[in-house]
């Protein structure tokens, strides 16, 4: 007997009349669309957040199997950090900052399994980022977001975990 089909005949023994079972469940829509006009939405929230901790805030939008979405503002230049098995995937939505890539870490510490910060990177190569581009940087690579003066920079994240 189905499981619908039996929950009517428990609710028909206990209210002694027909009960129609429950609608069949609809499976959740895999699908996840974010606009850019709610990025640049949330992003405002995300800049509010900024200007009362340390310049910079940002939130899980969703966590799946291999992968994380996620939505960044700064105002201020980050941390420099290395993921050992996880890519980063940017995508500038708006504003601009300077991304140092490669080097060394410099005042290395470990903050978690395969995730280390620094306070700067020695002997990277710099690139200016701005709204509408797109950057992959590969696991184990060391990366920094430089701002300068009052640049702001907001962006989507897409976290993707690396198999060697």
């Known amino acids: ?41 949330r992003a405002a929230y995300l800049r509010k957040l900024a ?15 291999q992968h994380a979405a996620m939505l960044s503002f700064r105002s201020r230049t980050g941390e420099a950090e290395i993921h050992e098995k996880i890519a980063d995937l940017f995508f500038i939505l708006a504003g601009a900052a300077t991304l140092v890539t490669g080097g060394d870490l410099c005042g290395a510490r470990s903050i978690g399994p395969g995730e280390m910060r620094g306070d700067a990177i020695e002997g990277g190569a710099s690139q200016q980022l701005r709204a509408g581009e797109v950057i992959h940087i590969p696991a184990g690579t060391p990366h920094q977001m430089i701002l300068a003066g009052d640049q702001t920079v907001a962006y989507f994240i897409l976290k993707q975990q690396e198999t060697a």
């Open 1 to 41: 007997m189905e499981m619908d089909k039996f929950s009517a005949e428990i609710l028909k023994g206990l209210a002694g009349e027909d009960v129609a079972p429950p609608p069949p469940r609809r499976p959740r829509n895999p699908i996840d669309h974010w606009t850019p006009a709610v990025l640049l939405e």
């Open 51 to 65: 200007r009362l901790s340390d310049g910079s805030a940002s939130e899980t939008l969703r966590e799946y199997p």
